[in-house]
């Protein structure tokens, strides 16, 4: 599975839009981006997942640039309940289903 | 969403006894389910993956005779530590799948102290 970059820390207001960045250059064409994450001593939570279409749900959005080699979450009223680590994972959608997980990004909604 | 349990949330051994920790899925029978391992400040690790009714397939440098998994029905797997060190002290989490979802539904974790 292609490596992700993600950046180890960020911090946003409450109430604003949270952007996290990820980089995966070396994203294969059937390998999908997944969010996760993890609030203090809690167990992971999925988020959203995507291929190359931008996707929207509840939660937030994901955008997929063109080429695919970098993808942005998108909290778009971020809230003190946001803060965690957030973690941008890439695999194959085949039958082992592993999810590996990098260092993430440490995000702080301040008030 | 559908929900995964452990237990015990929080257990303090000493130091050559072993520890049993289970995970259940609550609402969903769940194919495969995967066990994690994380250190303080440190990403989630990988242990290893196990199905229902087989043996699990552990991730490498993981000791199989030192974490024994058994996944003995579609909504249990245990994960027991054998001889437990105070370096096996770690948050173990666990996660299922069911059928072909992409989701992994992930238990609240398990924080083992050895003393």
């Known amino acids: 599975d292609a490596k992700t970059t993600q950046p180890p820390s960020m911090d946003c207001a409450e109430g604003r839009a949270a952007n996290l960045p990820c980089n995966h250059s070396t994203i294969s064409g059937n390998e999908y981006v997944y969010w996760y994450r993890q609030i203090h001593s809690q167990g992971p939570q999925y988020i959203i997942h995507g291929l190359k279409n931008n996707e929207t749900n509840e939660m937030a959005s994901l955008i997929i640039t063109e080429d695919r080699k970098s993808s942005t979450l998108i909290l778009p009223h971020a809230t003190l309940r946001d803060t965690a680590v957030y973690y941008c994972i890439v695999r194959v959608k085949d039958s082992s289903y592993k999810l590996i997980f990098g260092s993430g990004t440490r995000l702080l909604v301040r008030p | 969403g559908a929900v995964v349990s452990q237990h015990p949330s929080r257990v303090i051994c000493k130091s050559g006894t072993s520890v049993k920790i289970e995970c259940r899925s609550l609402d969903f029978q769940a194919t495969t389910m995967f066990w994690y391992r994380q250190f303080p400040k440190k990403s989630l690790m990988l242990m290893a993956t196990?199905?229902?009714?087989?043996?699990?397939?552990?991730e490498q440098g993981v000791e199989k005779d030192k974490f024994l998994i058994n996944h003995a029905s579609l909504t249990l797997s245990t994960l027991t530590v054998t001889s437990a060190h105070p370096e096996d002290s770690s948050f173990y989490i666990c996660s299922a799948r069911v059928g072909s979802a992409y989701e992994q539904y992930f238990g609240p974790g398990t924080r083992l102290t050895v003393t």
């Open positions: 196990s199905n229902e009714g087989s043996k699990a397939t552990y």
